[in-house]
């Protein structure tokens, strides 16, 4: 929130189907995050990016691919590689300097039906 | 509404009393801390943040403790308010841009 645009806020895919989840800010933070959460769960580490076209995998990036062709944007592609993608995806952004503060979007609800 | 925190660990106050919310951190390493609150169905919001070379800071109602012999953090609210009712979660930062989350603790504030 505060700057931070995730969209939609709930998503349905069909099993099969690639969705992209998008994610924009206008913090002007070069490093962006995609964390899945699931119930019981803490965030788990998609993807992150810390500058423009450049972006590392997380602990769970199978299944999932990125692009960061802006600084502003950070998009999310769920792959039907992915077996459970039903899940609460939250972006993030972060400063370039160590340890700062991530901030969080809203979040999307992703269901598959 | 979103489903996070099912399973959590739930912690019930009465409004006006102080909450303490606990989280044992995982790297000795790790030098920056975060508190969050996360409403159900919605993103989290920053609380507080503490440096390894602190042990206590306060904020508006939040005080932030830590405990760096026995990796612990804790978050005390006081004057609980319905408005706190959430899931709190801490995260941890070893001064890169990853960080590691808790899986949260739920607060219950009784009227």
């Known amino acids: 929130d505060g700057g931070i645009t995730q969209s939609p806020k709930y998503l349905f895919r069909k099993e099969g189907q690639n969705v992209t989840l998008s994610c924009e800010q206008n913090?002007?933070?070069?490093?962006m995050y995609w964390y899945r959460q699931d119930p019981g769960q803490g965030l788990r580490l998609i993807y992150y990016s810390q500058i423009v076209n450049d972006f590392q995998k997380g602990d769970i990036a199978e299944g999932y691919s990125v692009s960061r062709e802006k600084k502003e944007s950070f998009p999310l592609t769920v792959t039907s590689a992915q077996k459970n993608p039903t899940a609460f995806y939250l972006c993030?952004?972060?400063?370039?300097?160590?340890?700062?503060?991530?901030?969080f979007g809203q979040g999307t609800r992703l269901t598959v039906v | 509404g979103e489903s996070v925190g099912l399973h959590l660990p739930t912690l019930s106050v009465q409004e006006g009393d102080n909450s303490i919310i606990n989280c044992a951190y995982s790297?000795?390493?790790?030098?920056?801390f975060i508190w969050y609150k996360q409403e159900s169905g919605k993103g989290p919001q920053f609380i507080i943040d503490i440096r390894s070379n602190m042990d206590k800071r306060q904020g508006q109602r939040v005080t932030v403790l830590l405990n760096k012999t026995v990796k612990h953090l804790s978050l005390q609210i006081a004057a609980t308010q319905p408005g706190d009712s959430a899931v709190y979660f801490c995260?941890?930062?070893?001064?890169?841009?990853?960080?590691?989350f808790g899986t949260g603790t739920r607060l219950k504030v009784l009227a």
């Open positions: 995260a941890e930062s070893m001064g890169t841009y990853k960080y590691i």
């Open positions: 993030a952004v972060g400063g370039v300097r160590r340890g700062s503060e991530a901030f």
């Open positions: 913090l002007n933070h070069d490093a």
């Open positions: 790297n000795s390493a790790s030098d920056y």
